[in-house]
C-alpha cells in the first residue's frame, strides 16, 4: 500500500515563529500536494509540485513556501507563523495527473 | 472557475436506512470525478473515481454514478461504520501541468443504530 507520512500529528507553535512541516511517500510519485482544511472552507490546495525542485502555486499560497529537494520529500514551510494558519495540513501524493490522491494523516497546527 | 457543491451538508441515518449523497459540480470539461470518505482527525481515504457520463462503481454498500452535471454516491443498508464525511471533487480539462482537484466541502454522514 503506498504510505504518505507526515511528520507530525500535532503541533504547537508561537506567533512569528517558522514551521515545518514535512511529508513523505514511499511510491515514487510524481506529484506532491499540500493542502489545509477548515471548518466550513473544505480542502484548499496552497502548493503542488510535479517534479523535484518544481513548484506550483494552490489556491491559497500566501505565507507558505515549498522545498522539494528529493522526490519522496516535500516540505511546506510557513515563514512567520500566524494564528489564521491554525488549521489541519494534508499532504498527498499522486502517481499522474488523472490518478487518485493518496493523503497523509494530517497534521494539526496550532498558532498561539 | 471550477465548482462543487455536495448536498446535504449533513445527513443522519438509521442503520439499514438507505439514501443519496449528492454531488453538482461545473467544470470546464471533466477529466475525472472523484469520491473520498474521511474519518475524523484523519486524511481523507479514497473511494472511487469517475471519468465519463453514465459511469457506476460500486464497492460494498456504496455505489457511485456520474452525469454530465452531478454524481450521487448511493448508500444501500448503511452501518454505523459507515459514519465519516464523504467528499467529492473533480479534476478539469486544463492546461497541460495542471493537476489541481476541486473539492467540495463535503457530506457529513451519521449512521444511528
Known amino acids: 500500500d503506498v504510505k504518505v507520512t507526515q511528520s507530525s500529528r500535532y503541533l504547537v507553535k508561537r506567533t512569528g515563529e517558522k514551521v515545518f512541516l514535512e511529508c513523505v511517500q514511499d511510491m515514487d510519485h510524481e506529484n506532491m500536494f499540500w493542502y489545509r482544511q477548515d471548518p466550513g472552507l473544505g480542502l484548499r490546495l496552497i502548493y503542488f509540485?510535479?517534479?523535484?525542485?518544481?513548484?506550483e502555486k494552490g489556491d491559497i499560497p500566501e505565507g507558505y513556501s515549498v522545498s522539494r529537494e528529493k522526490k519522496e520529500r516535500f516540505s511546506l514551510i510557513l515563514e512567520s507563523a500566524s494564528t489564521n494558519q491554525t488549521s489541519m495540513y494534508l499532504c498527498?501524493?499522486?502517481?499522474?495527473?488523472?490518478?487518485?490522491?493518496?493523503f497523509g494523516s494530517g497534521t494539526q497546527l496550532s498558532v498561539l | 472557475e471550477d465548482q462543487v457543491t455536495q448536498s446535504p451538508e449533513a445527513l443522519r441515518l438509521q442503520e439499514g436506512e438507505s439514501s443519496s449523497l449528492n454531488c453538482s459540480y461545473t467544470v470546464s470539461g471533466l477529466r475525472g470525478l472523484f469520491w473520498y470518505r474521511q474519518d475524523p482527525g484523519k486524511g481523507p481515504e479514497f473511494l472511487f473515481t469517475l471519468y465519463s457520463a453514465g459511469e457506476e462503481k460500486e464497492k460494498e454498500r456504496l455505489k457511485a454514478t456520474l452525469t454530465k452535471k452531478e454524481s450521487f454516491l448511493h448508500i444501500t443498508a448503511p452501518k454505523p461504520e459507515d459514519s465519516a464525511t464523504y467528499l467529492c471533487a473533480v479534476l478539469p480539462h486544463s492546461g497541460a501541468g495542471s493537476y489541481q482537484l476541486t473539492f467540495g466541502k463535503g457530506t457529513k454522514l451519521s449512521v444511528i443504530p
Open positions: 498527498a501524493s499522486q502517481t499522474g495527473g488523472n490518478e487518485k490522491l493518496f
Open positions: 509540485s510535479y517534479d523535484v525542485k518544481m513548484k
